[in-house]
């Protein structure tokens, strides 16, 4: 489960969420849990989550090491600040920052080269739905992101890939979770097509979009959901909380 504050939360409303989400009993054999905060907030998320099993990730990166580069942060910076994943290529990167697929593969690329795990987001907008171009479009965001991949036909296994549908991110629309299964299967067989057996069994496919307490269940009942991108209800403890514990009801 993993947590996209994106940019909320002030100092103190972190270190309340995060130190009510560090005293209560997770399970951790039976999720994994991220929090994946602003910048400047993840040195002091680090500290607080220190010695338990919650991992922290960044929300974006460079694909440079360093540079002159200015409001950037680089794979490395990440790691010093404690990150052990990165979330790329979030629908806001591509439409609001322009990122493109190119622009995301070499983030990808950097950020393996670097020893972070990245959680690479594909996703198609309403009227590409409408248009019923979905399986296209994330055919071609899947063969463009991850094309240095493609081409050496090996993937980490650790890679975390995201399906989130941009009209169900922070609108209250979520996929049925029949509609999510759907793409998520078609992640998948692109996953074994692509690559070995072994590795397209592997890879978790993380749903994201307007996941909250009330379909989470329904949602991770589906074989190929593995795991839940969270931005709005990752805010709250109590929210985001009776979604790690999914499994429990
Ligand atoms: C997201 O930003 O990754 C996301 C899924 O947001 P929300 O849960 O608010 O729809």
């Given at each position: 489960?993993a947590?996209n ?9 972190a270190?309340d969420?995060l130190?009510?989400i ?9 999720v ?5 905060p602003?910048?400047?907030t993840l040195?002091?998320?680090n500290e607080?989550l220190d010695?338990t099993?919650i991992?922290?990730?960044g929300q974006n ?5 360093k540079?002159?580069?200015?409001g950037e942060?680089?794979?490395?910076m990440?790691k010093e600040a404690g ?7 979030h629908?806001e990167?591509r439409?609001?920052?322009?990122e493109t697929?190119?622009i995301i593969?070499?983030k990808v690329?950097?950020?393996?080269v670097?020893g972070?795990i990245?959680i ?5 907008t309403?009227?590409?739905?409408e ?5 296209d479009?994330?055919?071609?965001q899947?063969?463009e992101s991850l094309?240095?991949f493609?081409e ?7 890679l975390?890939?995201a399906y989130e549908?941009?009209w ?6 979520t ?5 999510a ?13 692509n690559?070995d057996h072994?590795t ?6 993380l ?12 949602l991770?009942?589906?074989p190929d959901?593995d795991?839940?991108l ?6 709250e403890?109590?929210?985001?909380l009776?979604?790690?514990?999914f499994?429990?009801?």
């Amino acid at each position: 489960m993993a947590a996209n504050w994106k940019m909320n939360l002030s100092l103190d409303e972190a270190r309340d969420l995060l130190i009510r989400i560090k005293k209560n009993e997770i399970d951790f054999n039976k999720v994994d849990v991220l929090v994946a905060p602003p910048f400047t907030t993840l040195q002091l998320a680090n500290e607080l989550l220190d010695g338990t099993d919650i991992l922290v990730a960044g929300q974006n990166m460079h694909w440079e090491e360093k540079g002159a580069l200015t409001g950037e942060i680089s794979a490395l910076m990440l790691k010093e600040a404690g990150c052990s994943h990165v979330i790329l290529g979030h629908s806001e990167r591509r439409k609001l920052f322009f990122e493109t697929s190119e622009i995301i593969n070499r983030k990808v690329d950097a950020a393996i080269v670097a020893g972070l795990i990245p959680i690479v987001c594909v996703g198609e907008t309403l009227k590409e739905r409408e248009e019923k171009k979905t399986f296209d479009i994330i055919k071609a965001q899947l063969n463009e992101s991850l094309e240095f991949f493609c081409e050496k036909e090996s993937l980490p296994t650790k890679l975390i890939l995201a399906y989130e549908p941009v009209w169900a991110i922070g609108t209250g629309k979520t996929a049925t979770p029949e509609a999510a299964q759907e793409v998520h299967l078609f992640l998948r067989r692109w996953l074994l097509e692509n690559f070995d057996h072994d590795t397209g069994e592997a890879i978790r496919i993380l749903y994201g979009g307007s996941v909250k307490q009330g379909n989470i269940k329904e949602l991770m009942f589906q074989p190929d959901i593995d795991g839940a991108l969270i931005g709005g209800a990752s805010l709250e403890p109590d929210s985001f909380l009776s979604i790690i514990r999914f499994y429990e009801s």
